[in-house]
């Protein structure tokens, strides 16, 4: 009686389990942030490859899909796979490289790390980078007499934080034949009593940049590699590198196609004729992991640098409004050839008469409401006349929340009180479409994409600072913040139908923190800790 039974039982459980459908992973007993037009939560889901199979409740998803693995939750909240809307994937790589001049105090201490730095990198030039002369108590920029005088033989390049300054010493000028003040374009290089301080404003970066050495190949593997690793440790999944050139698409193919470059990376071109002739010949690329379809284009500056193109004199430096990097002819003809092949236009503008500016011209071709997507990076200072021309072309404003708590510091001093206001204006740039994708701009920011969600929400620094937020009226809400960093980053790149979002049939990206961020205190956001990251429904990263 008792074999009979067992038989039974046997029949029972193998019929039972060939009813199931078989599927590779199953999420369950979880708190899963769909991010779906609804903002629904779920308990469970199923992936098969690569793609969400179906979502629910814990029982009904176990009870119809068997998986080779299961992932019991324990109550932790999952989200889809952060997306950074603004970033330097490589650039970021290559930082890593280099001595990191970050939140250093001074201009001693920026050299006192180069020299540490320089006992174990002995050979070629010298690279750092993160330098902010708004952090030291002296607050002017550096001169290069002690640079030269540590490395006489040897050439340094040093980049400020947001890239669009640098201070070289002298043997580097030498390599770049830079003898004495030149006038160029968009550009700029300080002197003091006559003589050059190795400071360098936007163009005149270029001129010394160009002269460093391209990495070999195996140097090039290790950039992408480590950028790679930090990336998937921070929750990130996909990354729009925002100007790389068509020689470094082409070997990140060759990385993709061999399955070591795993991430998901959005590319824009950078703003030179062989990448448009390349492209406009080649055409868009797209695969599942790489996505080739827009360029990204340089307005003006950054305000830190005072590099930033503005309408009125800067608050601190009357003489001084900023420039824009090309002639406006430059830009009328990029937008139009860009517009002409059917790619997107994304272009850097901080100040607001280099919004104006461009915000005319896109304006001008667009013609109106339209699903062309072009975007202008940063949007951080907005005349309160033009807010309008984003809504009216349906110009996507891609915007870095993290940006309004690094300056606030400082940002009044260089615009004064009343312009601030329409500065780091996120709440009027999203009222304009309904939607705003995030970004952080790493590595001129930190890399975290839950820095940007509480700077988004709470307007504040990682410090709490200041009391109340900076300028609360331009927070977003937890539920805008967390789709400008998944389902409207998506959009912004034209993915919104595969990615973005746990729904059935998209990518398997998906992040398990190991607190609720929508739930959370504001001072418990930071401490909140990644715990795995999946990528097409594979494990890519779990915390030790």
């Not at 609804?38 to 889901?45: G, L, M, R, Y």
């Not at 959005?266 to 080649?282: A, G, H, I, K």
Request: proline share 3%; with cysteine; glycine share 6%.
């Amino acid at each position: 009686m008792k074999s009979i039974l067992y038989s039974l039982f046997l029949a029972l459980l193998f019929t039972s389990c060939a009813k199931k459908e078989a599927v590779d992973v199953i999420v369950y007993n979880a708190r899963v942030y769909t991010v779906n037009s609804k903002f629904d939560t779920v308990e469970a889901f199923a992936v098969k490859n690569g793609k969400i199979l179906a979502l629910g409740r814990s029982d009904e998803i176990k009870d119809q899909y068997a998986a080779k693995e299961e992932i019991n939750a324990k109550g932790k909240a999952i989200y889809p796979g952060f997306i950074d809307a603004h970033a330097h994937f490589y650039g970021y790589g290559q930082s890593l490289q280099t001595a990191d001049l970050r939140e250093t105090k001074s201009w001693d201490e920026v050299l006192t790390r180069l020299t540490d730095f320089a006992r174990t990198h002995p050979d070629g030039w010298l690279i750092g980078n993160g330098w902010d002369q708004n952090d030291w108590d002296n607050k002017a920029f550096p001169t290069n007499e002690k640079l030269t005088a540590l490395f006489p033989d040897r050439p340094v390049f040093l980049n400020r934080i947001d890239g669009h300054a640098a201070i070289a010493n002298q043997k580097a000028l030498d390599e770049a034949g830079i003898k004495s003040e030149q006038k160029l374009a968009g550009g700029d290089m300080l002197t003091q009593n006559g003589k050059l301080t190795g400071v360098l404003i936007d163009n005149a970066v270029a001129l010394v940049e160009r002269k460093i050495p391209s990495p070999d190949a195996k140097l090039a593997e290790k950039i992408f590699m480590d950028a790679q690793q930090n990336c998937f440790a921070a929750g990130l999944t996909t990354i729009d590198d925002c100007g790389l050139s068509y020689l470094t698409v082409e070997f990140i193919e060759k990385l993709q196609q061999s399955k070591k470059l795993k991430i998901r990376l959005y590319v824009m071109l950078s703003d030179e004729p062989d990448n448009y002739t390349y492209l406009f010949n080649r055409g868009p690329i797209k695969t599942d992991r790489l996505n080739v379809r827009a360029f990204k284009v340089y307005a003006d500056g950054a305000l830190g640098s005072r590099g930033a193109c503005l309408l009125h004199p800067y608050h601190d430096m009357p003489d001084k409004t900023g420039f824009l990097l090309s002639d406006q002819k430059h830009f009328e003809e990029v937008a139009a050839k860009i517009a002409a092949n059917h790619f997107q236009m994304c272009t850097h503008a901080i100040g607001d008469s280099a919004n104006r500016v461009i915000l005319n011209i896109y304006n001008k071709i667009l013609k109106g409401k339209n699903d062309q997507r072009w975007r202008i990076e940063h949007a951080q200072v907005v005349n309160a006349k033009d807010f309008n021309l984003f809504g009216n072309a349906s110009v996507i404003p891609s915007v870095q929340p993290t940006h309004a708590t690094s300056d606030m510091y400082w940002a009044k001093q260089r615009l004064g009180g009343e312009r601030l206001k329409n500065a780091y204006a996120y709440k009027q740039l999203l009222k304009q479409n309904g939607w705003i994708p995030l970004g952080t701009d790493f590595p001129v920011e930190n890399i975290n994409p839950l820095l940007t969600f509480y700077a988004a929400t709470v307007r504040a620094d990682a410090k709490g600072f200041p009391k109340g937020g900076f300028q609360v009226e331009n927070a977003l809400t937890p539920e805008e913040a967390l789709r400008g960093m998944t389902i409207w980053a998506a959009k912004a790149n034209f993915e919104e139908h595969e990615k973005g979002s746990l729904e059935k049939g998209k990518l398997a990206d998906f992040v398990m923190l190991d607190h609720d961020i929508l739930k959370s205190m504001p001072q418990n956001i930071l401490k909140t800790k990644i715990l795995k990251t999946y990528l097409n429904g594979e494990k890519v990263y779990e915390a030790k």
